[in-house]
């Protein structure tokens, strides 16, 4: 291959995996050049169901370790209520500048739960649910919270917080570990002007 020549399109990978496994598909997608300055989180879900609040519990734990490229929190949740709006004024803005990681709650099966369903390619957010929303992401994480049968919202209401709350910090600290934020922050720009 000619080193000027941009390689072709990664070959669509979807798979379930494992939370050991995090890590090595994050690494799959710093390996195509993204580091954290060129990402953005996009984590869907609400603080009012228990299982749809996996992804603002990833989203308020990437903040809260000094991530600033994250859309979808607990205090600021991203849900099918507000999504086109804040997709339009928060992630739009950043589109061609960075790649964007869609972290969701799903339902599977049985055998499936506390797995996570990963991609190199969009996700639909509310579909099983039938909500007609945007597809987000140029790579996903839906992690399977509980089994896809019966009244959905009602399982994704009882839903144990536990092994959500589990989840989302498996996929946080898969993110530090592949994409460590970079300490330019506030506070250390304050500690190098106190250091002068």
């Known amino acids: ?113 506390c797995s996570y369903q990963v991609s190199n390619q969009p996700m639909e957010p509310g579909k099983s649910l039938g909500k007609q929303l945007p597809a987000v992401g140029d790579f996903s994480i839906a992690g399977i919270v509980n089994v896809d049968e019966g009244q959905k919202y009602a399982i994704l209401q009882s839903t144990s917080l536990y092994r959500v709350m589990n989840m989302a910090g498996e996929i946080a600290a898969a993110v530090t570990s592949v994409f460590p934020v970079e300490k330019t922050s506030e506070a250390s720009l304050q500690q190098d002007a106190k250091g002068k």
Do not use: W
Request: glycine share 10%; aromatic share 2%; hydrophobic share 40%.
């Open 1 to 113: 291959m000619n080193p000027n020549q941009q390689p072709g399109p990664l070959p669509l990978i979807r798979k379930k995996i494992k939370g050991a496994e995090l890590p090595a598909f994050l690494q799959s997608i710093r390996d195509t050049g993204a580091g954290v300055r060129e990402l953005l989180f996009l984590c869907i879900g609400t603080d009012r169901s228990t299982g749809d609040s996996l992804g603002p519990l990833v989203g308020t734990m990437l903040e809260e370790a000094g991530y600033d490229c994250v859309v979808g929190t607990l205090r600021r949740p991203l849900d099918a209520s507000n999504m086109r709006e804040r997709l339009l004024a928060e992630v739009v803005p950043h589109r061609a500048s960075r790649k964007i990681i869609a972290i969701d709650a799903c339902l599977g099966q049985a055998s499936s739960i």
